[in-house]
């Protein structure tokens, strides 16, 4: 079921790809049914799984590169003839998307962790020469649930779309917008199926696939900047949601800095100041009394779907310790608490949206805040 969920939801962002669950011994009839005659090239992050591939490939001539942290630039010193690849692994797939957008050809992607990276973002992400180059998709994606790792990670990573139906639901209601539901869909993929590496790469892979027609999300952008495992970062800002869904109420008069809040984003996150500037749009008086009435008016329904995120951040919770997460006692010190709590402030300034944190900046609520305690709250959350 979830694999028919991640096509339909491949085929709704207008992309071509087709994603096979199978053992790894199947790539190179999977490549010869893109390219059945010509040459190939293999691209790898290591060794460990080249030499199986390159055997299936012989009759294609395949030419072998490892895939480090070099520009891939270097990639186009690659004879002309090469027409399709095979990428086993993050790096390796994202190079090779690149070099099919920009070279032609055709893509088959191995991913080897089951948090999808590298298989459908719409462009390379940061930390690459060329961050930001618009990528197109692969064209097979062989996904041996014997190869994917990274679990804990991964649901940390999936449950982010939670957090990211939040942000977008709360936008529809101040901004009078439509909630996609894209998200949410993600979401419930990942209680319902996120018990092996199937159904954690589908939940994976349905949130990068909604991101590649949403805003830009703060959470998601937060646990950008955070890097590692997100799902410390979750269980705090889950809370945080929860809280302010369920028991906040606005302060009717209050002035945010948002100068101020912009150079400490751009301090924590390494973002330009200017770049994050134009996340900030200054509400009039008669706006801030519109967004108060109506706060107001969906209390109730808030506090409905902030009792839902804390049951829902409980049972990501057990699915992450169940896959090997466990809680650290540095976790609840000074450093990642408070990476993750200074990463929660200024994480309105991340997005345009009217998410969650920008309704707690714009109504006057971060500061009233106290410290978190980020252990009790990863605690709370594994149930």
């Keep these: 079921m979830c694999v028919a969920l991640l096509q339909n939801m491949v085929r709704a962002c207008g992309l071509g790809t087709r994603v096979r669950f199978c053992p790894l011994g199947e790539a190179g009839e999977l490549a010869k049914t893109l390219l059945p005659c010509g040459r190939a090239a293999i691209f790898a992050d290591g060794g460990a799984q080249m030499a199986q591939v390159r055997g299936q490939l012989a009759d294609l001539r395949p030419v072998c590169a490892v895939i480090g942290r070099e520009p891939l630039a270097g990639l186009f010193s690659?004879?002309?003839?090469?027409?399709?690849?095979?990428?086993?692994?993050?790096?390796?797939?994202?190079?090779?998307?690149?070099?099919?957008?920009?070279?032609?050809?055709?893509?088959?992607?191995?991913?080897?962790?089951?948090?999808?990276?590298?298989?459908?973002?719409?462009?390379?992400?940061?930390?690459?020469?060329q961050a930001g180059y618009p990528l197109r998709a692969p064209d097979l994606v062989l996904a041996d649930e014997a190869l994917l790792s990274g679990l804990s990670g991964a649901a940390g990573y999936a449950a982010l779309a939670a957090l990211c139906a939040e942000d977008l639901a709360l936008h529809a209601?101040?901004?009078?917008?439509?909630?996609?539901?894209?998200?949410?869909?993600?979401?419930?993929?990942?209680?319902?199926?996120?018990?092996?590496?199937?159904?954690?790469?589908?939940?994976?892979?349905?949130?990068?696939?909604?991101?590649?027609?949403?805003?830009?999300?703060?959470?998601?952008?937060?646990?950008?900047?955070?890097?590692?495992?997100?799902?410390?970062?979750?269980?705090?800002?889950?809370?945080?949601?929860?809280?302010?869904?369920?028991k906040e109420e606005p302060r009717r008069y209050f002035v945010p800095d948002f100068t101020g809040r912009v150079l400490r984003a751009a301090e924590v996150t390494g973002e330009r100041a200017a770049a994050l500037l134009k996340n900030i749009a200054v509400p009039t008086a008669a706006e801030c009394r519109r967004r108060i009435q109506v706060f107001a008016e969906a209390r109730g329904a808030l506090r409905a779907r902030g009792e839902l995120l804390r049951s829902f951040a409980q049972r990501a919770g057990r699915l992450y310790a169940a896959h090997g997460g466990h809680i650290r006692a540095e976790d609840g010190r000074e450093g990642a608490a408070g990476r993750i709590a200074a990463l929660y402030e200024c994480a309105a300034e991340l997005s345009p949206l009217f998410s969650v944190p920008a309704a707690e900046r714009e109504f006057g609520l971060l500061a009233d805040l106290p410290q978190s305690d980020l252990a009790k709250q990863m605690r709370a959350a594994c149930g």
């Design 173 to 246: 209601l101040f901004a009078e917008g439509v909630e996609d539901p894209a998200f949410s869909r993600a979401a419930e993929a990942f209680l319902s199926y996120g018990e092996g590496e199937k159904g954690l790469f589908c939940a994976c892979s349905l949130l990068r696939l909604a991101l590649r027609r949403s805003p830009v999300l703060p959470a998601v952008r937060a646990a950008e900047a955070y890097g590692g495992d997100a799902f410390p970062l979750f269980a705090h800002f889950a809370a945080r949601y929860a809280r302010f869904l369920e």
């Design 78 to 129: 690659l004879p002309d003839e090469v027409r399709v690849v095979v990428a086993l692994g993050t790096r390796s797939i994202f190079a090779a998307r690149f070099f099919a957008t920009l070279r032609g050809g055709f893509v088959l992607a191995v991913p080897l962790s089951a948090a999808a990276e590298g298989v459908f973002e719409a462009a390379l992400p940061q930390g690459y020469a």
